[in-house]
């Protein structure tokens, strides 16, 4: 989905990844933490923040080179990240990986998009976070 860059508050207004995670609840920072202590150990990896012009607000998100790999929308029901799925490259990956548990190929397949997919993950506990990351690191392997 294209985004207004109109919308875009100038990058040095950006805050950064750590100001995003200290505002958030104490149990939802816990759980994003852990989450960039495992995204960035993958080799090459890079976190930022970016702007989403949709909900208007700032998110933690994960790169390797200029591919995301994942970002995280702290809502009021929840946290939630989101990873960015191609049709026509990640998707046929994902629904043949044995590195894939059936809960995500079955996530995968069932989110609609003609060319690109967005992969939704609630983030309820630290136990969540490993479904996202069979999907994370198998983007990853495909990026590098």
Same mark, same amino acid.
């Given at each position: ?5 109109? #919308?875009? /508050? /100038?990058?040095?207004?950006? +805050? ?8 958030? !609840? ?18 090459? %990896? ?13 998110? +933690? ?27 026509? %490259? #990640?998707? +046929?990956?994902?629904?043949? %990986?044995?590195?894939?548990? &059936? ?18 993950? +609630? &983030?309820?506990?630290?136990?969540? #976070? !490993? /479904? &996202?990351?069979? #999907? ?9």
């Amino acid at each position: 989905m294209v985004r207004s860059k109109r #919308l875009k /508050p /100038p990058a040095k207004d950006a +805050p950064t990844v750590e100001g995003v995670v200290d505002a958030m !609840e104490q149990g939802r920072s816990e759980i994003v933490v852990r989450l960039r202590e495992i995204a960035l150990g993958l080799a090459g %990896s890079c976190e930022r923040t970016v702007y989403d012009g949709f909900f208007r607000e700032w998110t +933690p998100a994960v790169y390797v080179g200029d591919q995301q790999l994942f970002h995280v929308h702290n809502f009021r029901s929840g946290l939630r990240a989101t990873v960015f799925v191609g049709v026509s %490259s #990640l998707e +046929p990956a994902a629904l043949h %990986s044995e590195d894939v548990s &059936l809960a995500v190929r079955e996530n995968v397949a069932s989110t609609s998009g003609r060319t690109m997919k967005q992969v939704k993950f +609630p &983030l309820s506990s630290i136990d969540d #976070l !490993e /479904p &996202l990351m069979e #999907l994370v690191r198998l983007k990853w392997s495909m990026e590098t």
